[in-house]
T-cell receptor, first 111, second 120 residues
Framework: GESVGLHLPTLSVQEGDNSIINCAYSNSASDYFIWYKQESGKGPQFIIDIRSNMDKRQGQRVTVLLNKTVKHLSLQIAATQPGDSAVYFCAETHEDYKLSFGAGTTVTVRA | KAGVTQTPRYLIKTRGQQVTLSCSPISGHRSVSWYQQTPGQGLQFLFEYFSETQRNKGNFPGRFSGRQFSNSRSEMNVSTLELGDSALYLC???????????????????FGAGSRLTVL
């Protein structure tokens, strides 16, 4: 079965607000996590990654938080924009060359 | 520079037929991975190739196969198509360094737009 899952399949957010997308994983051996964004008609696009020896990492307008105790990962998007509307996937790896993806959360930004 | 190119973008086949999908990685990338994306199962790992060698494979039946050429281009083949094979097939490339370096940016996957297969 899946080793990675997302809490909610959809998220609607007002433009300008912050978005939080959650992800739970089950494999305690997972040591590297990545968030991808997929827009309609395109392949997934890398957003940010984090190693298991970290609990927080920041990028441009995005922050990933990792809680290994409860096997939980989240992606925070600051000041959400219409261009942030997409499907967001978390992925984990515990073996080389293979990513295991969650089911995805569809984020819709309201104007 | 050019991204990952997948051909064809769309195709329709009937049950029992076979299909071959092609992937051209980013120039300089030697690793090519394939994923199947469906609404029900999400993104599922098929296999990964590096220097013409398969280094890992997912839990798919033997009808799914792939190969990589010396120029790093890759193809995947699905034989005896079933209705459930309808999906978006995604190819991703990376520099693909040796084991243990997957935390580096060299192993970040860059995906193509996919080949959408419909089996009737």
């Amino acid at each position: 079965g899946e080793s990675v899952g997302l809490h909610l399949p959809t998220l609607s957010v007002q433009e300008g607000d912050n978005s939080i997308i959650n992800c739970a994983y089950s494999n305690s051996a997972s040591d590297y996590f990545i968030w991808y964004k997929q827009e309609s008609g395109k392949g997934p696009q890398f957003i940010i990654d984090i190693r298991s020896n970290m609990d927080k990492r920041q990028g441009q307008r995005v922050t990933v938080l990792l809680n290994k105790t409860v096997k939980h990962l989240s992606l925070q998007i600051a000041a959400t924009q219409p261009g942030d509307s997409a499907v967001y996937f978390c992925a984990e790896t515990h073996e080389d060359y293979k990513l295991s993806f969650g089911a995805g959360t569809t984020v819709t930004v309201r104007a | 520079k050019a991204g990952v190119t997948q051909t064809p973008r769309y195709l329709i086949k009937t049950r029992g037929q076979q299909v071959t999908l092609s992937c051209s990685p980013i120039s300089g990338h030697r690793s090519v991975s394939w994923y199947q994306q469906t609404p029900g199962q999400g993104l599922q790992f098929l296999f990964e190739y590096f220097s013409e060698t398969q280094r890992n494979k997912g839990n798919f039946p033997g009808r799914f196969s792939g190969r990589q050429f010396s120029n790093s281009r890759s193809e995947m083949n699905v034989s005896t198509l079933e209705l459930g094979d309808s999906a978006l097939y995604l190819c991703a490339s990376s520099l693909g360094r040796s084991p243990g370096t997957r935390f580096s940016g060299a192993n970040v996957l860059t995906f193509g737009a996919g080949s959408r297969l419909t089996v009737l």
